[in-house]
């Protein structure tokens, strides 16, 4: 425990190939969201990143798409959206 008990936290990822987002934990949203991404850049061979032997191009370009990072306000020792 920090002891901190208001302020802002930024969560950073530190993986190129990561991403973060803040919302409400509803499985319907989180399907949307993972098939959104899917459309937008689907896992398949077809990317130049892949021509380097390299299978996660589809991860990378989502990760752009969701941001690696974010910021979360602290009210009270608790998190508040």
Same mark, same amino acid.
Do not use: K, W
């Given at each position: 425990?920090?002891?901190?008990?208001?302020?802002?936290?930024?969560? !950073?990822?530190? =993986? #190129?190939?990561?991403?973060?987002?803040?919302?409400?934990?509803?499985?319907?949203? *989180?399907?949307?969201?993972? &098939?959104?991404?899917?459309?937008?850049?689907?896992?398949?061979? !077809?990317?130049? =990143? #892949?021509?380097?032997?390299?299978?996660?191009?589809?991860?990378?370009?989502?990760? *752009?798409?969701?941001?690696? &990072?974010?910021?979360?306000?602290?009210?009270?020792?608790?998190? !508040?959206?």
């Amino acid at each position: 425990m920090s002891g901190i008990r208001d302020g802002i936290i930024l969560i !950073s990822l530190l =993986h #190129s190939n990561s991403a973060l987002f803040v919302n409400d934990e509803e499985p319907g949203l *989180l399907q949307d969201v993972a &098939q959104c991404a899917d459309r937008i850049a689907p896992f398949g061979p !077809s990317y130049h =990143h #892949s021509a380097r032997s390299e299978s996660n191009a589809g991860a990378h370009l989502p990760s *752009l798409l969701l941001n690696h &990072q974010a910021f979360v306000s602290l009210t009270d020792g608790g998190s !508040s959206n």
